[in-house]
Nanobody, 116 residues
Framework: VQLQAYGGGLVQAGGSLRLSCAAS????????MSWYRQAPGNQRELVAT???????DYADSVKGRFTISRDNAKNMLFLQMNSLKPEDTAVYYC???????????WGQGTQVTVSS
């Protein structure tokens, strides 16, 4: 299983970014997919999850601003981030929880920096 996240960068507060995660070795629509983030000195936190059935869940801190989605044909996961705040600054990770084994897989992170 390989997960490659990209799309991070430097953006001003109030701006938007779209993160992408390309998956190989799994079919993302057959598994639960999530975005996590980790800021310096903080624990990794769950940002958004999409279940196999397409249901979504978000951390309270990003509700109404972030949207998780997937493209089944391309086997890709996305995170649209709007109205970004400096506190959204973190390394963002794509993660897969395999339905059959309940194993978790992680991709390399992509840095998101929001300037005030």
């Amino acid at each position: 299983v390989q997960l490659q996240a990209y799309g991070g960068g430097l953006v001003q507060a109030g701006g938007s970014l779209r993160l992408s995660c390309a998956a190989s070795g799994i079919i993302i629509s057959f598994n639960s997919m999530s975005w996590y983030r980790q800021a310096p000195g903080n624990q990794r936190e769950l940002v958004a999850t999409m279940t196999m059935s397409g249901g979504t869940d978000y951390a309270d801190s990003v509700k109404g601003r972030f949207t998780i989605s997937r493209d089944n044909a391309k086997n890709m996961l996305f995170l649209q981030m709007n109205s970004l705040k400096p506190e959204d600054t973190a390394v963002y990770y794509c993660s897969a929880r395999i339905f059959v084994t309940q194993e978790n897989y992680w991709g390399q992170g992509t840095q998101v920096t929001v300037s005030s």
